[in-house]
């Protein structure tokens, strides 16, 4: 499942829809095959074509890894249960926390959760359902980004010369990887996404542990998940491809109740792009951004400072590692 790219302006959903079906039907002739579903639009996307295709011989679930945002998998089950789809929680929290601890270079944390996902969490999955192929939403920008070395994507094997049926034992389909993120929500509308999951903003694989600067921690996690749902009640209205919360490593002094108080530092980026290639910094109104900087520091426990990132994508990055 791999071609050239397929640009939004000339995607015809529904051909390309019969394509990927018949392409999946092809793969998985008998038996079944296996998704996990993050509730982020490229695996909203796969799950619903993943089921078109196969029916009940897919299994999906939401793994449950300590890191998502907060209340994320009742949402995603409430919502999918109501496209027909049923989605199983899977508990794998401590397993993530284990594989992190200690970790503080990017690419040690992302290879540590692509291992854990991969390798223990889906493995175990594959064996116990009997499935011999994982259907996951890997796009064109992910593998982009990996190959050209500007960070590892926690989905992209093939084309850096690992064997997912060598490596963890099973195969991995990939029907979207000829679309970008412009072209991935065409095909959620088609495939009767509702809005609020086709046009959801991008999340990370790795989820609140891409906004962790430095030890990826519950407490650290707790932190960044209290501080995204704020970011994202504010800025939801400006329109923006993406907006995040990101936690700092180092504590910075600050001052309350005339006080001395060593505290966190919160990092807000809202970015706008197309396909996430390149993007630039929202221009959000000065109102906003005061509003958003007293409540971070207000409601977010321990945290003293907040500031807001106006580097362009390049050379920064959306996320922060």
């Given at each position: 499942m791999t071609g050239q790219e397929i640009r939004a302006a000339e995607l015809n959903p529904e051909q390309f829809i019969a394509t990927q079906v018949a392409a999946i039907q092809e793969a998985v002739v008998e038996g079944r095959a296996i998704n996990a579903l993050?509730?982020?639009?490229?695996?909203?996307?796969?799950?619903?074509?993943?089921?078109?295709?196969?029916?009940?011989?897919l299994l999906t679930y939401f793994i449950e890894n300590g890191l998502m945002r907060d209340g994320?998998?009742?949402?995603?089950?409430?919502?999918?249960?109501?496209?027909?789809?049923?989605v199983e929680v899977v508990q794998a929290q401590d397993q993530f926390f284990a594989a992190?601890?200690?970790?503080?270079?990017p690419e040690e944390k992302r290879e540590a959760i692509t291992q854990t996902f991969y390798r223990d969490v889906f493995?175990?999955?594959?064996?116990?359902?009997?499935?011999?192929?994982?259907?996951?939403?890997?796009?064109?920008?992910?593998?982009d980004?990996?190959?050209?070395?500007?960070?590892?994507?926690?989905?992209?094997?093939?084309?850096?010369?690992?064997d997912p049926q060598e490596t963890f034992g099973y195969r991995i389909l990939e029907p979207l990887i000829q679309?970008?993120?412009?072209?991935?929500?065409?095909?959620?509308?088609?495939?009767?996404?509702?809005?609020?999951?086709?046009?959801?903003?991008p999340f990370p694989g790795p989820a609140l542990a891409a906004r962790?600067?430095?030890?990826?921690?519950?407490?650290?996690?707790?932190?960044v998940r209290q501080a995204t749902a704020i970011v994202e009640e504010e800025l939801s209205a400006t329109g923006a491809f993406q907006y995040m919360a990101i936690l700092h490593e180092d504590r910075v002094t600050g001052s309350r109740e005339g006080r001395r108080e060593f505290g966190h530092q919160i990092e807000v980026r809202c970015w706008d792009s197309t396909d996430a290639r390149t993007a630039t910094p929202t221009q959000v109104g000065w109102a906003i951004l005061e509003r958003l900087g007293q409540r971070l520091v207000t409601e977010v426990p321990g945290v003293v400072s907040a500031t807001y990132g106006i580097a362009p994508k390049p050379p920064s990055t959306m996320e922060v590692i």
């Open positions: 993050s509730g982020g639009v490229d695996s909203s996307v796969v799950t619903l074509l993943g089921h078109r295709a196969l029916g009940d011989r994320e998998a009742q949402q995603i089950v409430e919502s999918f249960a109501a496209l027909g789809v049923r992190l601890r200690g970790l503080t270079d493995g175990r999955l594959v064996r116990e359902s009997g499935a011999r192929f994982l259907l996951q939403g890997t796009i064109l920008t992910d593998v980004e990996t190959v050209a070395g500007i960070k590892r994507q926690h989905n992209v094997f093939e084309q850096l010369g690992i679309l970008r993120k412009d072209g991935v929500r065409k095909m959620g509308e088609a495939l009767g996404l509702p809005a609020e999951l086709f046009q959801r903003i962790v600067i430095g030890e990826v921690t519950p407490e650290k996690v707790a932190l």
